[in-house]
């Protein structure tokens, strides 16, 4: 199994923050090369992609509002996104599941947007937004909020408590926001506070991505093959049949199965790279 095999397989099987992650990075590539060796063409895309802090821009050019969630300036941007995403989605996936994770973000990610438009109006700073920081930061504030005295180990510093690391974020961005990049760090402060709401409301009851968990679930069911119960014509053979029998595939059937189920256990508690070679070409070869 090559690379590029390798990646297919674990786009598969990986996780919402997997997908997210690589939807990511598929899209800043080509937009990395634009910039590089098309600067005019990258520019009209830009211009039709990213989150203007005009409101009437923004007004005409809705999508907007999601589609600078999956852009990023250059490569160290989105490095760092992506890493805290990964980190973010571990800690809020383990108390949530994948589709409130895939709702979380596309929901953090609008309201950031939107009071980064909002607050324009104050620092009429006139510029675009790209970025996953206000998404990411939803997820992370979220977590945070729900387990606030759960402690993770941090390099360099070693334990800290949730709540810890999210005020220190939060506090970060206040301080910057009169420095430099203005409306990146308003959109981060809303995303936080997006993530803030969204634990308090489910705790009270009020899911606020169900709508969009119902509506992956009609997706997907659209693709799911439907069930049909066709009739059957029935033959009886009267002659005597040989009493030697060829063993059933069933008990073929039956361990593949559990092996599939061994090693997709194994990913749900360890991750994709966790497998063994020999695992991901077995993998590999029944997903053909």
Same mark, same amino acid.
Do not use: C
């Given at each position: ?47 039709? %992609? ?13 999508? !907007?509002?999601? %589609? ?24 809020? !996936? *383990? ?18 947007? $939107? ?29 945070? *909020?729900? *387990? ?16 810890? $690391? ?17 409306? =990146? ?9 997006? =993530?803030? $709401? ?6 009270? =009851? ?31 053979? !009267? ?16 361990? !593949? ?6 090693? $997709? ?21 029944? =997903?053909?």
């Amino acid at each position: 199994m090559n690379i590029l095999d390798d990646f297919k397989m674990q786009y598969r099987l990986g996780g919402i923050a997997q997908k997210l992650i690589f939807w990511n990075v598929g899209i800043a590539i080509p937009f990395f090369l634009l910039k590089a060796f098309a600067p005019d063409l990258f520019s009209v895309i830009l211009d039709w %992609t990213s989150l203007s802090s005009d409101v009437m821009i923004m007004l005409t050019r809705p999508w !907007t509002l999601l %589609t600078y969630a999956f852009l990023h300036a250059d490569f160290f941007h989105l490095l760092f996104n992506m890493i805290v995403l990964n980190f973010a989605s571990r800690l809020f !996936t *383990t108390y949530f599941t994948q589709k409130q994770l895939f709702g979380l973000y596309l929901l953090g990610a609008i309201f950031a947007g $939107l009071l980064f438009v909002a607050t324009d109006f104050i620092f009429q700073n006139n510029t675009i937004l790209v970025g996953a920081s206000g998404a990411i930061m939803a997820i992370l504030v979220a977590a945070a *909020t729900y *387990t606030p005295f759960s402690e993770i180990r941090l390099l360099l510093i070693g334990n800290v408590k949730m709540w810890h $690391l999210a005020v220190a974020l939060v506090l970060l961005d206040l301080i910057q926001i009169p420095l430099n990049n203005t409306g =990146g760090h308003i959109a981060h402060l809303g995303g936080a506070f997006f =993530g803030f $709401l969204y634990i308090k409301m489910l705790q009270n =009851g009020t899911d606020l991505t169900k709508g969009i968990s119902t509506f992956l679930d009609y997706i997907s069911g659209l693709f799911r093959p439907k069930k049909t119960t066709p009739f059957k014509t029935v033959h009886r053979n !009267t002659k005597k049949t040989s009493q030697t029998s060829t063993p059933a595939p069933a008990a073929d059937k039956d361990i !593949t199965q559990k092996k599939i189920d061994d090693i $997709l256990d194994k990913i749900s508690k360890s991750g994709y790279d966790s497998l063994t070679k020999e695992e991901k070409e077995f993998l590999f070869k029944v =997903g053909k």
